[in-house]
């Protein structure tokens, strides 16, 4: 109604403060509530997992958008938490990590499902719905290719989910990110020799023998059934996300990042409709502003040091700089901008090369086509204290075409003194307005609990929630007598990651700026 648009149009956008109070901390005209925290029961059979970040909510009735299945990824696990391994006790700590901590462990990163409901205005968990699953480091996952890796065709579990997508034929996309932290990773010597090295974080592969080959992937999980699959196709590196874009004849293009220093921007062009089986994967090469296909049959180069495509696939990252792709400072998430078709990626810091603040890199695809093979690339936004922010990560338009962003400054250099990241304290979420007066300023709305980073930022269809992550509060704790954060204060003082949903009059404002501004 009027008087509602009018009331809303009241609404002033104000940028909290930078905080570093342990506590979820909102703008005005926001409130939140947790919908699920670590541990919880999801089915008699299920609890939710660890560090939540990647969220995705899917309506079961594309009618009803209060009514559907989220979907959570569970990236890593803080073994005093989880497992009550103790790291600090030792001098060679994983030489003391049990089996049975070890599968404690591996059962709490993956994703979940849960369904979930709002009635009067509050989100809860339907408990023990059928729908209801985790999906874990140990769950057997089809390896989507034609010839076996590593003599397999599944691959045990998913891990290092990070950040993730959404497909147009409603299935979830999750991340396998830094996956050489669980079982390690295989590394090449200049005379193509292979050794073997180990996790420095998780120390799994002292219990289970699965290759590092069968995880670093984009995986696919159908919501209703829970299957999953890993789409080889789409290479293997430390995916941040999948951002796609379905193509007139329903073909996808996906774009992601490789969350490492001096790692690289990808694209996949998928070659048959509504699939991401097969396609060619391209590498960015942001300086000329090329789209470098990762095609052994047609990269004399690529031949001449690889056995076959699958190979070039599995060791994507030296793949793309054998083809002269940019190193850049560790992207993380991609979205694209619904208004003007910009490709827009976060790039974090590169510490090492005295970015300490990041930015966020627009890429302007040649005609607006996205299976473009040019583009030009400029930067979009700096971080640094002149845009108020720091450390780019998690990206989210809103239905207005506002951006919404969340900072991920490391625990370890976050609040110290001595250190770039100190006026900018807790990791928080943003809003860049598109419209109004507020328009291309980066606004402080939420304030993260200690140690914590905000992640996974996804809004409901119709506008009025905003499902957020709350991953790793508490995460610089040594001493599990004294977290660093009590956060959600459920009242036994251990700190959970959790999902909350943000609603209130500035989500429906901002959802809203076109129609009232416009
Ligand atoms: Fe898991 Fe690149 O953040
Ligand atoms: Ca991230
Ligand atoms: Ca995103
Ligand atoms: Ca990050």
Redesign the pocket.
């Known amino acids: 109604s009027q008087n509602e648009i009018n009331r809303l149009k009241n609404t002033v956008l104000e940028s909290i403060l930078p905080s570093d109070k342990d506590d979820l901390i909102l703008a005005k005209g926001l409130k939140y509530q947790p919908i699920i925290k670590w541990g919880d029961e999801i089915s008699d059979a299920d609890t939710f997992g660890f560090n939540n970040?990647f969220t995705c909510f899917i309506p079961l009735d594309k009618n009803n958008p209060k009514d559907g299945l989220l979907w959570v990824n569970h990236?890593y696990i803080h073994s005093l938490y989880v497992s009550g391994f103790d790291e600090n006790a030792y001098e060679n700590p994983l030489d003391h990590k049990t089996l049975q901590q070890v599968d404690v462990e591996m059962y709490n990163v993956g994703g979940s499902i849960v369904r979930i409901k709002e009635e009067n205005g509050v989100w809860q968990v339907v408990k023990n719905d059928s729908h209801n699953r985790r999906i874990s480091a140990k769950t057997p996952i089809k390896l989507n290719w034609d010839t076996p890796i590593k003599g397999k065709t599944t691959a045990i579990g998913t891990l290092?989910n990070?950040?993730g997508g959404i497909t147009p034929w409603n299935t979830f996309l999750t991340c396998e990110?830094?996956y050489d932290g669980f079982f390690g990773e295989t590394i090449y010597d200049e005379n193509n020799q292979s050794t073997f090295k180990p996790s420095r974080y998780c120390g799994w592969e002292k219990f289970y023998n699965h290759p590092p080959e069968h995880y670093g992937w984009v995986v696919e999980v159908n919501p209703k059934n829970g299957e999953a699959q890993k789409h080889i196709a789409l290479g293997r590196f430390?995916h941040?996300c999948c951002t796609l874009y379905e193509l007139e004849d329903k073909r996808i293009v996906a774009y992601s990042g490789d969350?490492h220093n001096n790692e690289h921007l990808y694209k996949f062009i998928a070659s048959k409709p509504s699939s991401l089986k097969e396609g060619t994967l391209y590498v960015a090469d942001t300086v000329q502003g090329k789209w470098l296909a990762l095609d052994w049959e047609n990269q004399p180069k690529l031949k001449a040091k690889f056995k076959d495509q699958t190979e070039v696939l599995i060791r994507a990252r030296e793949s793309s700089k054998i083809l002269g792709a940019t190193p850049l400072n560790?992207p993380?998430d991609i979205e694209i901008d619904p208004i003007t078709g910009h490709v827009l990626v976060s790039l974090?810091n590169n510490y090492d090369k005295k970015d300490f603040h990041g930015s966020i890199l627009k890429v302007e695809e040649s005609n607006g086509k996205f299976d473009a093979l040019t583009f030009k690339a400029s930067t979009y936004k700096a971080g640094g204290e002149e845009n108020g922010f720091s450390c780019p990560?998690n990206l989210a338009f809103d239905f207005a075409g506002n951006l919404w962003m969340t900072s991920?400054m490391s625990g370890s250099a976050m609040n110290k003194e001595g250190k770039p990241y100190l006026p900018f304290k807790n990791n928080s979420l943003f809003v860049i307005p598109r419209f109004g007066k507020d328009a291309g300023k980066v606004i402080r709305v939420a304030s993260a609990p200690t140690d914590a980073e905000l992640t996974g930022p996804w809004f409901a269809p119709d506008g009025k929630t905003l499902f957020l992550s709350v991953q790793h509060p508490g995460e610089q704790t040594t001493d599990i007598t004294k977290p660093t954060s009590t956060w959600p204060f459920d009242g036994d003082n251990i700190p959970k990651p959790a999902v909350v949903a943000i609603t209130g009059d500035l989500i429906k404002k901002m959802n809203n700026l076109n129609l009232i501004e416009g």
Do not use: G, I, M, P
């Open positions: 970040d990236e290092a990070c950040s990110e830094n430390s941040e969350d560790r993380e974090t990560d991920d």
